[in-house]
């Protein structure tokens, strides 16, 4: 490479040269010192990549062919191809002197935070602004439409939770939604939106359950890596979300029913007949607290029955009910734990094995009827 040694006294001219003869990395070592100085992992694969100095598209190579972090692009030198070394590399990115930056690693100390690693460097996450997300939750739900009769939203539950009776729900919405990974816009699918609020009624948060714009079931979205999402997904957080829940029904004769997803407390709805709550996972299942004035006294709590957890021993989904059933006792309610039949299924998996064997049933009665003696000696 060009050890150019423009603007520096003969002294430091001569300790540069000495440093970059004796400076030498392995190959992990230059990755995380590319990485350090603000060039991203993406481009250091030994693929062809983006340019991390000129950006375009396919033209950069990082090789590290001579265990000196060479890497070459096609157009880095004003359209033309040029090499070079790893230190060539972390001056251009951060249009920083070699000089300069031998300094910082002879010191051994970290570099002081550059231009570009400012830039690219993943920083700690930043609680966003409570205006912000207030404002952003507020226009997903005003732009999204009330849940109807046989729009997509009913049609996917109906799929999930075979002859559902239940009717549109005001806290349920149907979206366009935009799904974005890692800062990245990855599209725009229609969705349910599920309104979370606190026991005080406040917003704590809207839930997302992205759905295939065509057949009713979760979308399937892949990220710009091939990774397959997750379809179900809280938005921004306005206000801490211990205690809240989706409140999908009316309360009856002073029962509430909780579980933790939607299609499962849909499911142990029809299983049951209680009205019910969403409460989003087991975690916040837990967390339940009972709303005042709206006069429940009695708490079904609908428990996923998971597989035990070797580490702990216990079924997840029953410690949690469990754990809420214990707390609303002690405040005074009547709590009625509710926990499927069989092991590693939830009240939705129970309600359409259900629907699917008296489905079934029905069919071979019927079939059985028009039967002949020759196929029932078989
Ligand atoms: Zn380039």
Not at 340 to 356: E, I, M
Request: proline residues 7%; contains cysteine; hydrophobic residues 40%.
């Amino acid at each position: 490479m060009s050890t150019s040694g423009r603007g520096l006294s003969p002294g430091q001219y001569e300790w540069l040269q000495r440093k970059l003869k004796g400076f030498a990395l392995s190959p992990e070592a230059w990755i995380s010192t590319l990485m350090n100085y603000g060039v991203a992992a993406e481009y250091l694969t030994g693929h062809a990549t983006a340019c991390p100095v000129c950006g375009g598209d396919d033209r950069f190579t990082y090789d590290n062919r001579s265990g000196r972090g060479d890497w070459v692009c096609r157009k880095c030198n004003d359209g033309y191809p040029m090499a070079g070394d790893g230190l060539q590399l972390i001056t251009r990115v951060n249009r920083i002197g070699l000089f300069r930056l031998m300094r910082e690693l002879d010191g051994g100390s970290p570099p002081p935070a550059s231009r570009a690693a400012q830039v690219n460097a993943p920083g700690p996450k930043r609680k966003a602004d409570p205006a912000f997300v207030e404002k952003r939750l507020n226009g997903m739900w005003r732009d999204a439409q009330p849940q109807a009769v046989g729009d997509l939203s009913m049609r996917y539950l109906h799929e999930r939770v075979p002859r559902l009776t239940a009717v549109p729900s005001s806290s349920l919405r149907l979206g366009m939604l935009e799904y974005r990974h890692e800062k990245r816009l990855l599209g725009k699918w229609p969705g349910i939106l599920a309104r979370f609020e606190l026991p005080d009624g406040r917003l704590g948060t809207l839930h997302r359950t992205f759905l295939d714009p065509v057949k009713p079931a979760k979308a399937t979205i892949v990220s710009a890596d091939g990774e397959l999402l997750d379809a179900k997904l809280n938005d921004m957080t306005l206000n801490p979300l211990a205690g809240g829940a989706v409140r999908l029904m009316q309360p009856v004769d002073g029962e509430i029913g909780v579980g933790e997803g939607l299609e499962t407390v849909y499911g142990a709805h029809m299983e049951t007949g209680v009205p019910v709550w969403n409460c989003l996972n087991r975690v916040l299942l837990s967390k339940f607290v009972v709303p005042e004035g709206l006069g429940i006294k009695v708490v079904h709590v609908f428990m996923d029955f998971d597989h035990v957890d070797p580490k702990t021993g216990q079924s997840p989904g029953v410690a949690a009910g469990m754990a809420l059933a214990k707390r609303l006792r002690a405040e005074g309610y009547t709590v009625v734990p509710h926990r499927p039949r069989v092991r590693g299924t939830d009240f939705a998996d129970q309600w359409k094995a259900r629907f699917t064997a008296s489905h079934e049933s029905a069919l071979t009665t019927r079939r059985a009827t028009n039967v002949s003696p020759v196929a029932v000696a078989v």
